[in-house]
């Protein structure tokens, strides 16, 4: 948090937006839908590929604003298993654009203290995309500040599957198939996120009112926030009103706000009230 407000303006609207936050309420782990892309190059009669281009500076933004703030964790989708219905010559762009942010942005990851990790089915990608990445995840593997992961490939329902086949598999090996239970817990420690804590936030840009296959398991209890913005034109600003909104909110995780001994008392009024409207025996 400090490490933000060093790299501010006093005065202006990031600052004042950034001293409204209470610096032990801020969410452990961010996940973002980056949406919008290709309607905010439609609306200037552009290639998709250049809405695309044009996404690639707030990803560097909100990285750098959430290492300074001290998220431990920022997951954002930037490819699902799904986009591969997309044209051929955007998915090869988006592979090409990939490479390039991946070359550029490392010193920014090593300036940051920021870890890259890739999450998905990678071994589909082209090996070139493969490599870079191998080479990125490598050099940023000792850094000691947040981990950022990117969803290539990815898809909520197919990391499921990955998890489950994971478990029988570690089940064959272990000649304990025949007695196996599947549990919660056994589940999340074996999805690509197992070593994180589940997103506190989830964003998603350009208003559209759904979750995309996105961190299925994960996000059951994530607090949403959803802005109109697209993508490319999604700011630090933004990131800093998202995180100040869910400072806002009440997480109750099922359960309730008020007190036990109320909550004991409202409950025995109720059932006294309705064992007066029971029939005698």
């Given at each position: 948090?400090?490490?933000?407000?060093?790299?501010?303006?006093?005065?202006?609207?990031?600052?004042?937006?950034?001293?409204?936050?209470?610096?032990?309420?801020?969410?452990?782990?961010?996940?973002?839908?980056?949406?919008?892309?290709?309607?905010?190059?439609?609306?200037?009669?552009?290639?998709?590929?250049?809405?695309?281009?044009?996404?690639?500076?707030?990803?560097?933004?909100?990285?750098?604003?959430?290492?300074?703030?001290?998220?431990?964790?920022?997951?954002?989708?930037?490819?699902?298993?799904?986009?591969?219905?997309?044209?051929?010559?955007?998915?090869?762009?988006?592979?090409?654009?990939?490479?390039?942010?991946?070359?550029?942005?490392?010193?920014?990851?090593?300036?940051?203290?920021?870890?890259?990790?890739?999450?998905?089915?990678?071994?589909?990608?082209?090996?070139?995309?493969?490599?870079?990445?191998?080479?990125?995840?490598?050099?940023?593997?000792?850094?000691?500040?947040?981990?950022?992961n990117l969803a290539i490939n990815y898809g909520g329902r197919a990391e499921l599957v990955d998890a489950v086949n994971a478990i029988l598999d570690n089940a064959r090996l272990e000649g304990n198939l025949d007695s196996l239970t599947v549990t919660e817990q056994s589940v999340s420690s074996h999805l690509y996120t197992a070593e994180l804590k589940d997103p506190d936030l989830l964003i998603r840009t350009s208003g559209e009112m759904?979750?995309?296959?996105?961190?299925?398991?994960?996000?059951?209890?994530?607090?949403?926030?959803?802005?109109?913005?697209?993508?490319?034109?999604?700011?630090?600003?933004?990131?800093?009103?998202?995180?100040?909104?869910?400072?806002?909110?009440?997480?109750?995780?099922?359960?309730?706000?008020?007190?036990?001994?109320?909550?004991?008392?409202?409950?025995?009024?109720?059932?006294?009230?309705?064992?007066?409207?029971?029939?005698?025996?």
């Amino acid at each position: 948090m400090k490490r933000l407000l060093e790299a501010l303006s006093p005065g202006e609207r990031d600052w004042r937006v950034a001293t409204q936050l209470n610096p032990t309420r801020l969410p452990a782990h961010i996940a973002i839908i980056m949406d919008g892309n290709g309607r905010w190059a439609r609306q200037r009669n552009y290639p998709r590929l250049m809405g695309h281009k044009a996404g690639v500076d707030p990803v560097r933004e909100v990285a750098e604003t959430c290492a300074q703030l001290g998220i431990e964790a920022l997951t954002l989708y930037a490819f699902s298993v799904e986009n591969w219905k997309r044209p051929r010559h955007e998915i090869e762009g988006l592979w090409r654009l990939l490479r390039i942010y991946l070359r550029r942005e490392l010193p920014n990851l090593m300036r940051n203290g920021i870890r890259l990790v890739a999450i998905g089915r990678l071994e589909s990608l082209p090996e070139a995309v493969q490599r870079e990445l191998e080479s990125v995840m490598n050099r940023t593997a000792q850094n000691r500040g947040m981990r950022l992961n990117l969803a290539i490939n990815y898809g909520g329902r197919a990391e499921l599957v990955d998890a489950v086949n994971a478990i029988l598999d570690n089940a064959r090996l272990e000649g304990n198939l025949d007695s196996l239970t599947v549990t919660e817990q056994s589940v999340s420690s074996h999805l690509y996120t197992a070593e994180l804590k589940d997103p506190d936030l989830l964003i998603r840009t350009s208003g559209e009112m759904r979750v995309s296959n996105f961190l299925l398991w994960q996000i059951a209890y994530s607090e949403l926030y959803i802005t109109d913005t697209l993508w490319p034109d999604f700011s630090r600003t933004e990131l800093l009103e998202a995180i100040l909104e869910y400072q806002n909110r009440d997480r109750r995780f099922g359960g309730v706000l008020a007190s036990a001994p109320a909550l004991a008392e409202e409950t025995s009024l109720i059932l006294e009230e309705e064992a007066l409207e029971l029939p005698l025996a």
